[in-house]
T-cell receptor, first 107, second 114 residues
């Protein structure tokens, strides 16, 4: 069993829809990252969370430490949001990654 | 401040050749991490280095792979006698001392072994 599980693995949406991607983990962490990767592209850090909630533009990330769960929400989705979204937990001295959620937003 | 710089962005090697991947951390960052992303798989930790020290290499394959981060210059991930299974995207991240959770990623090097 992976230490970091994401769902769904694949997600399609119409432009404007509200999107939620979930991440559950099974070990203690000091921080959790949400990352974005476009096809063939680099990795961009969207959020780093250790508690509560963060918002940046149309993106919102929440974490519940007791339940070992985090969610990434995208409001008013747009085709340019199409990418792979990766949850990663910081455990001791390294990141452990989920397998990613592939999001496609159609106009 | 150009961020974390990796070069080359794309590298093609024939089986048996050596591959050298370079990572220049952000200014002020003294910790470097290397991660590998195999086709259709998630990212996996390879090695964590500070200047002139390997801190954790638990994710490095036992043979053919080595990494260094010298006092001067970039961090180098070296793969000797490459095989087709080494084809992957290799990402470097760097962080300031004492705050590894603030690591920032480079654009990656895509290695293709033919």
């Amino acid at each position: 069993k992976n230490e970091v599980e994401q769902s769904p693995q694949n997600l399609t949406a119409q432009e404007g829809e509200f999107i939620t991607i979930n991440c559950s983990y099974s070990v203690g962490i000091s921080a959790l990252h949400w990352l974005q990767q476009h096809p063939g592209g680099g990795i961009v850090s969207l959020f780093m969370l250790s508690s509560g909630k963060k918002k940046h533009g149309r993106l919102i990330a929440t974490i519940n430490i007791q339940e070992k769960h985090s969610s990434l929400h995208i409001t008013a989705s747009h085709p340019r949001d199409s990418a792979v979204y990766i949850c990663a937990i910081y455990n001791t001295d390294k990141l452990i990654f989920g397998t990613g959620t592939r999001l496609q937003v159609f106009p | 401040n150009a961020g974390v710089m990796q070069n080359p962005r794309h590298l093609v090697r024939r089986r048996g050749q050596e591959a050298r991947l370079r990572c220049s951390p952000m200014k002020g960052h003294s910790h470097v991490y290397w991660y590998r992303q195999l086709p259709e798989e998630g990212l996996k930790f390879m090695v964590y280095l500070q200047k002139e020290n390997i801190i954790d290499e638990s994710g490095m394959p036992k043979e053919r792979f080595s990494a260094e981060f010298p006092k001067e210059g970039p961090s180098i991930l070296r793969i000797q006698q490459v095989v087709r299974g080494d084809s992957a995207a290799y990402f470097c991240a760097s962080s300031p001392p004492g705050t590894p959770e603030l690591a920032l990623f480079g654009q990656g090097t895509r290695l293709t072994v033919v």
